[in-house]
């Protein structure tokens, strides 16, 4: 049977859907989707499947999904880059063939995408030459919700891969590898020189140019021998449980903050922001101090509360009810503690949005850009002297009927051309209350599940 593609969404009133721009008409694909017998426990146990170095991940306690071979890309360019994925996507689904036995999240047709923080790179025009966004549809998707799991087989040619648990014992799968010595060298702007660009920004604030503007840095990482993605996602899904694991088109992490869920009518989307550092070896006793202390400071509300309205205000349109928390809880991971909010929404039918409609609508959140967002994207292009690429854009994936899930992609590193090379990326929010060497440390704190997953 035919795939049902989920309808193009309607824009908010005083809004516009914008006319994407014409591409070639893609294939046909031809989906199948069968139960699997349970996999075996424990967290890493999806990401141990990846047969080899181009994995595509989406996990988070042992479940989610994961992928490999590449059916069909779509790749996108420029301000367009949302609406034109969207409109490739409906496109690709409306001539697709799909069995789909399974009829649960991540099952049918999967596309997992990432886009690029700014329109063409911040901090230079945008030329043309690299796509700003990425819709990657695997051959093989591999996924587990509590105890059931599944295998979806796709292709544009017809020759499905073989199906079920024969399948998936006959894939081949390459070794994994470790870097090897790893050495950490200064990004674009030197840790001895961005407190200057955080006291600039906070300058700016302070003058009344803006409210809260985020700022980030990056580190490149050189190995000793070519990284293997698998090596860093397995100890990333294995100590950061809490967090989405993620790989798409060479962005891979461990993001604590999920942009956007759509999943039968409910929207959820998970905000962080002001951050402490828990420093190793830290007690629960002392852990739960600096948690309270954090609770308490008036710069992480304010900077938190920016981030929630800019959430709210952002989903509004497209939700009939919303639940927006009063205060926020203490998120703990192994290297920070965050404030964090769940926001809840009813979807709109009438808006027919999918998650990566929605995914566009709420980026750039308060959270990675700023309040107001123009004006701190603004700010950021002028100051922050390096090119965000895809750090702090969504990342995630969309289902055939439009469902899915965004993060988005924080904690995270962006593989370089040379396989040996990576860049490292951390951002804070600054407010007028900021303290340039403070949030230097909390860079530097944010940094730390990359800097481990590559054992520095």
């Known amino acids: 049977m035919s795939a049902t593609p989920y309808p193009a969404p309607v824009p908010p009133s005083g809004a516009s859907a914008g006319t994407p721009a014409a591409a070639p008409e893609p294939p046909p694909l031809v989906v199948r989707t069968t139960r699997l017998d349970p996999l075996p426990g424990g967290l890493t146990a999806l990401v ?117 648990d024969a399948g998936l014992a006959a ?43 985020v700022l980030a840095r990056d580190v490149v990482a050189t190995a000793e021998r070519p990284v293997d993605p698998r090596w860093l996602l397995r100890r990333l899904a294995a100590r950061y449980e809490s967090c989405w694991t993620f790989s798409v088109a060479g962005m891979i992490g461990a993001t604590p903050e999920l942009l956007v869920r759509s999943e039968k009518g409910l929207v959820t989307s998970r905000v962080l922001a002001g951050t402490i550092r828990r420093e190793p070896g830290m007690s629960d006793d ?9 609770a308490r400071s008036s710069k992480d509300l304010e900077e938190h509360e920016f981030a929630v309205a800019s959430v709210a205000r952002s989903l509004a349109p497209f939700c009939t009810s919303m639940n927006v928390p009063d205060a926020p809880f203490v998120l703990h991971l192994p290297n920070v503690m965050h404030l964090a909010s769940d926001v809840t929404a009813v979807l709109d039918p009438a808006t027919r949005a999918s998650s990566l409609s929605l995914a566009a609508a709420l980026h750039p959140s308060a959270a990675v850009c700023g309040t107001p967002t123009v004006a701190a994207r603004d700010l950021i292009r002028e100051i922050e002297g390096m090119d965000r690429s895809r750090y702090a854009g969504p990342v995630g994936w969309v289902g055939a009927d439009g469902d899915g899930e965004w993060g988005i992609a924080l904690r995270s590193a962006e593989l370089a051309d040379d396989p040996r ?14 303290d ?3 949030e230097l440390a909390e860079s530097e704190a944010k940094l ?3 800097r481990w997953a590559l054992g520095v």
């Open 286 to 294: 002392d852990a739960l101090l600096h948690a309270a202390h954090l």
């Open 48 to 164: 141990d499947l990846l047969p080899d170095e181009r994995p595509l991940t989406w996990v988070r306690r042992g479940d989610g999904i994961v992928g490999w071979g590449e059916a069909l890309r779509l790749d996108t360019y420029g301000p367009g880059r949302f609406a034109d994925a969207e409109a490739a996507w409906r496109a690709t689904l409306a001539r697709a063939v799909v069995r789909d036995e399974v009829g649960l999240p991540g099952s049918g047709p999967v596309a997992f995408g990432t886009f690029a923080f700014d329109d063409g790179g911040t901090g230079e025009a945008f030329d043309g030459s690299s796509p700003q966004g990425s819709l990657v549809v695997p051959r093989v998707v591999v996924g587990r919700r509590g105890d059931v799991a599944w295998m979806t087989t796709i292709a544009v040619d017809g020759a499905l891969e073989p199906p079920g």
């Open 421 to 434: 090379h990576l860049r490292l990326f951390a951002g804070c929010g600054i407010v007028a209350a900021s």
């Open 448 to 450: 730390v599940p990359m």
């Open 436 to 438: 340039p060497q403070a």
């Open 171 to 213: 894939t081949e799968r390459t070794p994994v590898h470790d870097p090897g010595r790893v050495t950490l060298t200064d990004g674009a702007v030197g840790a001895r020189d961005w407190p200057a660009v955080v006291a600039e920004g906070v300058a700016r604030i302070q003058a009344g140019e803006l409210e809260k503007v």
